[in-house]
């Protein structure tokens, strides 16, 4: 497999531009008959777009991280799920930055330049606590390591060529296992029915006796220990993809005011689209999205100093930045998706326009981390210069 090389920033916000063009058309056919989007999948990783965060000593771009954002809004505001797919990809190529050692970052490095796509098997269901890791790397000795697990909401392992599994060695460390998407004794199962974000294939990975070699494990508890960015850089992606659904709300609320809604008999307007109630409306949401998209370039900033000068305290301003911008796309996201509905009118709700789907992807997608807790962690940093926990919801 061979994939373009991307050089710099604008000719990856160049070619996002024009692959979100190429999908958008087909995201709602997409996700009505829950398509999954193997061929534009390939065309995406095939682009170059799943490699411009490889360091540059590896002859990747390392784009900033205000582009990588941007990217993924353009690709999100197209078709979300094609957004989500590589959210997983990035955070995993930015982990062989932070744990991998030499050999490592050389051979997955170029496994990313070349098109080569990483999944995910890291999140676990049916326990009460998310922390808990049930997956177990064994030494066998001369049968060498073996990998056992179960794991559920493993975005991109579907489409993948390596699936990363979270799982703990014999001495009870925290590893990551990239495991070929091939490998004996792993299976991928397309069992995701979410009623949003349909197409991600988020379903189950499960691992009986995987033969793995020790080029394949990292030291996973050293991502945030000491202090990185991988959990901000997580929450940048998840900030974007739900900028750019909350986008996509808005290109439709703008048709459906001006071609399609019914003014109220009160307004004493003919259109719907010189309602002054509605105006004010969508003025209100205009702000907002400008809002969401200032703090997500901001946020971005932040991580771009984090990632050159990685001290504690600029850990935590990425942090709570990208925190900021967290609450701001959620809200946002979520707020025009419901407008669309409600200034579109009954005709909007029909199952022929797929309006919804707006509203699921945004729902299903923003409780990836419960949003409530950020006001508190923001407002604790801000007054006590608390330091908030340092993990991927962050």
Not at 72 to 91: R, Y
Not at 280 to 294: N, T
Not at 333 to 352: F, H, M, N
Request: hydrophobic residues 40%; charged residues 25%.
């Amino acid at each position: 497999m061979t994939a373009h090389l991307i050089k710099t920033d604008a000719e990856a916000i160049s070619v996002a531009r024009a692959l979100a063009a190429e999908f958008a058309p087909g995201a709602s056919g997409r996700d009505r008959d829950r398509r999954l989007p193997h061929e534009e999948v390939e065309r995406f990783s095939a682009s170059g777009l799943w490699g411009i965060t490889v360091p540059r000593a590896f002859g990747g771009a390392a784009v900033s991280h205000v582009t990588l954002a941007e990217v993924i809004a353009l690709i999100s505001e197209a078709d979300p799920a094609l957004g989500q797919i590589p959210q997983n990809h990035h955070c995993l190529v930015d982990a062989v930055r932070l744990i991998g050692s030499p050999a490592q970052q050389d051979f997955f490095f170029r496994e990313a330049l070349e098109g080569r796509r990483f999944g995910n098997a890291v999140s676990e269901s049916g326990t009460p606590d998310a922390k808990v890791i049930t997956a177990r790397l064994s030494d066998k000795g001369a049968g060498g390591l073996r990998l056992d697990g179960r794991k559920f909401y493993c975005t991109g392992a579907l489409f993948a060529h390596w699936v990363p599994v979270a799982a703990k060695d014999e001495q009870g460390r925290q590893v990551l296992v990239y495991v070929r998407r091939d490998a004996p004794g792993l299976e991928v199962l397309d069992d995701w029915s979410g009623f949003g974000q349909r197409t991600t294939a988020s379903g189950t990975v499960t691992a009986q006796n995987v033969a793995v070699e020790p080029l394949q494990v990292f030291p996973r508890a050293q991502l945030f220990d000491p202090p990185t960015i991988h959990g901000p850089f997580a929450q940048l992606l998840h900030a974007a993809i739900d900028l750019g659904i909350g986008r996509a709300a808005m290109a439709d609320l703008r048709t459906w005011v001006r071609e399609r809604a019914r003014p109220w008999p009160d307004s004493g307007v003919a259109r719907a689209a010189d309602d002054p109630l509605t105006l004010a409306r969508l003025g209100e949401l205009v702000i907002q999205q400008h809002a969401a998209e200032a703090l997500l370039e901001r946020g971005g900033r932040y991580l771009d100093e984090a990632r050159e000068h990685s001290t504690p305290e600029r850990v935590t301003e990425a942090s709570i930045s990208v925190a900021e911008a967290k609450v701001v796309t959620t809200e946002f996201a979520l707020r025009a998706a419901t407008t669309l509905i409600e200034l579109g009118g009954t005709q909007a709700t029909l199952a022929e326009h797929n309006l919804d789907r707006h509203w699921r992807n945004a729902r299903t997608h923003t409780v990836h981390d419960p949003v409530r807790w950020k006001p508190h962690a923001i407002g604790n940093h801000w007054l006590n210069g608390a330091t908030p926990q340092r993990h991927a919801s962050l």
